[in-house]
């Protein structure tokens, strides 16, 4: 049984970088995608991009200009960051398994962009 | 961008009734769709993959067809449990897109 475990600060500030961390345990990360997802609060899903445990990477061109992802195989960690976040970037994050469907998630965090 | 339309936006329904949730897709998406529950406070749980399978552990009362642009999951007897919203999401075309969510509730 995969599993994912999101961590990274819950308050960034407007304009700042979003940083999170998804750590993979019970599980490889090596030859699979990677994904990212986030819910505003009372919303729907809107999937972020996903990175290949080699490093190949595909993005939501709604947010491409401000995304990066990165992956880290020695520690099963692969990372988001989110460039001159504002309000609107304020949700709830997941971190998933992606095969075109999405069978293990992270439990979620919430990342607050508030001064 | 694929356009994923889900219908109805919300539903009440009695225990024991057949609940049935619509999507569709703005193009032919082939078979390439899925179906997630989403309880509240909870991540999204995968229901069925490629349109009409039924992942490991979900309840046989769960179905889902369709293939092209028009998709259907189905709840043969609804449950106090089965309280959630449904979300479908295609992965034919990136970016991966999800329909807006179907709300059940327990009438």
């Known amino acids: 049984q995969v599993q994912l475990q999101e961590s990274g600060p819950g308050l960034v500030k407007p304009s700042e970088t979003l940083s999170l961390t998804c750590t993979v345990s019970t599980g490889s990360i090596r030859g699979y995608y990677w994904t990212w997802i986030r819910q505003p609060a009372g919303k729907g899903l809107e999937w972020i991009g996903r990175?290949?445990?080699?490093?190949?990477?595909n993005y939501n061109p709604s947010l491409k200009s401000r995304v990066t992802m990165s992956v880290d195989t020695s520690k099963s960690q692969f990372s988001l960051k989110l460039n001159s976040v504002t309000a609107a970037d304020t949700a709830v994050y997941y971190c998933?398994?992606?095969?075109?469907?999405?069978?293990?998630w992270g439990q979620g965090t919430l990342v607050t962009v508030s001064s | 961008d694929i356009q994923m339309t889900q219908s109805p936006s919300s539903l009440s329904a009695s225990v024991g009734d057949r609940v049935t949730i619509t999507c569709q897709a703005s193009?032919?998406?082939?078979?390439?769709l899925n179906w997630y529950q989403q309880r509240p406070g909870k991540a999204p749980k995968l229901l069925i993959y490629d349109a009409s399978n039924l992942q490991t552990g979900v309840p046989s009362r769960f179905s889902g067809r369709g293939s092209g642009t028009d998709f259907t999951v189905t709840i043969s007897g609804l449950q106090p449990e089965d309280i959630a919203t449904y979300y479908c999401q295609q992965y034919d075309y990136l970016p991966w897109t999800f329909g807006q969510g179907t709300r059940v509730e327990i009438k």
């Open positions: 193009q032919d998406i082939r078979k390439y």
């Open positions: 990175i290949h445990s080699s490093g190949g990477t």
């Open positions: 998933a398994r992606d095969a075109g469907s999405f069978g293990y």
